[in-house]
């Protein structure tokens, strides 16, 4: 099974779509990576490649995000990441609970 990982610059942000898209796919591992790492607004390349490795569960992973720079931040995780990684550019909370609900029913990455 596909896992996901949610990019905010707000950890709040990520948190919450991570808690939603789990509610709806229970099986499914989604992981929020929010915040610069300090507390504050931005993204964290160390904690989005780690998220991005907590994720995979050997079937691949989705990764979604909020805006311009999340989307390079994963793009770079996705480059550097040992398994396949897709890097989603979908609307961040209904993108995240459909591929949640279509992993939860055996989608794959494409």
């Given amino acids: 099974m596909i896992g996901l990982v949610v ?5 709040a942000l990520a948190d919450g ?7 709806m796919a229970p099986d499914v591992a989604v992981v929020p990576s929010g915040g610069d790492g300090a507390g504050g607004l931005g ?15 050997g ?12 989307r390079m931040v994963a793009e770079m995780a996705a480059e550097e990441a040992a398994g396949e990684v897709l890097v989603v550019d979908a609307p961040l909370v209904e993108g995240a609970v459909a591929a949640a609900v279509a992993a939860q029913g055996g989608a794959g990455l494409d």
Wanted: aromatic content about 6%; proline content about 3%; hydrophobic content about 50%.
């Fill in 7 to 11: 990019v905010s610059h707000s950890r």
């Fill in 17 to 23: 779509v991570a808690e939603l898209a789990g509610q």
């Fill in 43 to 57: 993204t964290d390349y160390p904690a989005v490649a780690e998220a991005v490795a907590r994720a995979d569960a």
């Fill in 59 to 70: 079937s691949g992973v989705g990764v979604l995000f909020d805006l311009g720079s999340a």
